[in-house]
Nanobody, 115 residues
Framework: QVQLVESGGGLVQPGGSLRLSCAGS????????MGWYRQAPGKQRELVAS???????SYADSVKGRFTISRDNAKSTVSLQMNSLRIEDTAVYYC?????????WGQGTQVTVSS
C-alpha cells in the first residue's frame, strides 16, 4: 500500500522559513523521482520542485534560490526547505511520487504566509 505523509506546514510571516517533510512507504522509495506541488485557492496545482532517484533537482522559476528539495533514501523521506517565504507562496503543498506510469499523492499540508 502506497503512503505519502506530509508534515511541517503552518503559519509564517513573510520572509520566514518552513521545512516540509514527506515520508513515503510502499513505493521502493530510493528508485523514485519525488516532487512537491502546491495549489493555491482558485488556482491550478503547480509543480514546485522535483528530485530524481540520483539526486538531480529542478525548480519552478518562482521558487528558485529560495526553496531547496532534498531526499534521504535511508529514511524514505523527501524534504522541501522554504526560505524567504512570500505571501504568494500560500497554498496547500502536496508530496508526490512518480512510480512507473503512475503518480501518487499525499494528503497535503497547508502553508500560510501572512503578517
Amino acid at each position: 500500500q502506497v503512503q505519502l505523509v506530509e508534515s511541517g506546514g503552518g503559519l509564517v510571516q513573510p520572509g520566514g522559513s518552513l521545512r516540509l517533510s514527506c515520508a513515503g512507504s510502499g513505493i521502493n522509495f530510493s528508485l523514485r523521482t519525488m516532487g512537491w506541488y502546491r495549489q493555491a485557492p482558485g488556482k491550478q496545482r503547480e509543480l514546485v520542485a522535483s528530485i530524481t532517484a540520483w539526486g538531480s533537482s529542478s525548480y519552478a522559476d518562482s521558487v528558485k534560490g529560495r526553496f531547496t528539495i532534498s531526499r534521504d533514501n535511508a529514511k524514505s523521506t523527501v524534504s522541501l526547505q522554504m526560505n524567504s517565504l512570500r505571501i504568494e507562496d500560500t497554498a496547500v503543498y502536496y508530496c508526490t511520487a512518480y512510480v512507473d506510469l503512475l503518480q501518487f499523492w499525499g494528503q497535503g499540508t497547508q502553508v500560510t504566509v501572512s503578517s
